[in-house]
């Protein structure tokens, strides 16, 4: 494993980035949307392989044996910005890409989107996961993931957290500044990973309703049971195996996928911390996140 690979992080635009996402800038800034194309946006760790799986199983699961055994999420799904130097940018896989719709994902806050998304008024999911088991997720993930800054010791992560300087910036602008885009641009369906959790068939009833779809209550029950968390855990093409930059014996990226989990890392004093920094910076009451469920 190349612990070289392992990037800094800086200012780009007022938002901290490494430069796995930001080298193919100008290339992705130019990407050529079109009006069925499926953006899948998150804060990294939201729930974004959840939900990608769930669509790709949606538009695409009679397609063709091929896709399911033998082409992983990160292949079906693009990451747009991705640029690691001797694999496939996203970009150039997203254009690649041969399916109707094209299912695209990105972790790029919401003023970074390239235009012609808007421009061509693509349907957008937004999957958002409360901040404390966020913060967790992330940090188990910044361990195991060689493209990704060191993660550092708990304490220290969770310092950085809360001051926003995490790979994609800050969770609070990220989470608010897709929920005011909401205002102003219809074709954006919010979720949450907590309510994933809770009633997955309710959630994705909701998502076909949001993307035109109807799919039967027992093919729902179906895709369902086959997107819970073991299953996806197991599948080689859904759990990120095949990725060499991970080094799952670390920290395996299908971890936990549970609601809560943030209570076996944070002590009393970083939760107070935690609660108090976060009513500093909740300035939108209507956006409303569970720690439970
Ligand atoms: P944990 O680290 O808390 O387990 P992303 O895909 O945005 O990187 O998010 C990864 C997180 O989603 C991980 O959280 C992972 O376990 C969780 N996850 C992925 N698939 C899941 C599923 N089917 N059910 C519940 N959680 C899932």
């Avoid at 944070?266 to 996140?289: G, H, I, M, R, S």
Wanted: proline share 5%; aromatic share 14%.
């Amino acid at each position: 494993m190349d612990s070289t690979l392992r990037p800094e992080l800086f200012d780009f635009h007022g938002v901290m980035m490494t430069h796995y996402f930001t080298d193919n800038w100008n290339n992705y800034q130019n990407f050529q949307a079109r009006p069925d194309d499926i953006l899948i946006a998150t804060y990294p760790k939201a729930g974004t392989t959840w939900v990608s799986y769930i669509l790709d199983l949606l538009y695409f699961d009679q397609t063709s044996t091929a896709r399911k055994t033998s082409t992983p999420i990160y292949e079906r799904v693009p990451f747009l910005e991705f640029a690691v130097p001797g694999l496939e940018t996203g970009k150039d896989l997203a254009d690649g890409l041969s399916t109707s719709p094209r299912l695209i994902k990105t972790h790029l806050p919401v003023q970074f989107i390239p235009k012609s998304f808007w421009d061509q008024n693509c349907r957008i999911v937004y999957v958002a996961r409360n901040a404390k088991d966020n913060m967790v997720s992330f940090f188990h993930f910044d361990r195991m993931n060689n493209i990704q800054p060191e993660s550092g010791e708990w304490s220290s992560f969770f310092q950085r957290f809360l001051e926003g300087k995490m790979v994609f910036g800050s969770w609070h602008d990220h989470v608010n500044g897709w929920w005011k885009k909401k205002e102003t641009y219809s074709n954006l369906h919010y979720m949450f990973f907590e309510d994933l959790v809770e009633d997955t068939e309710g959630e994705i009833a909701k998502l076909c309703s949001f993307l035109g779809l109807s799919p039967s209550t027992e093919e729902v029950e179906t895709l369902s049971s086959s997107v819970q968390f073991d299953n996806m855990k197991k599948d080689k093409m859904a759990n990120y195996s095949t990725l060499p930059v991970m080094d799952q014996k670390i920290s395996p990226f299908m971890r936990k996928g549970k609601v809560g989990d943030w209570k076996n890392h944070f002590t009393v004093a970083q939760n107070e911390a935690f609660d108090e920094d976060y009513k500093k910076k909740t300035t939108d009451p209507t956006l409303k996140f569970r720690t439970e469920v």
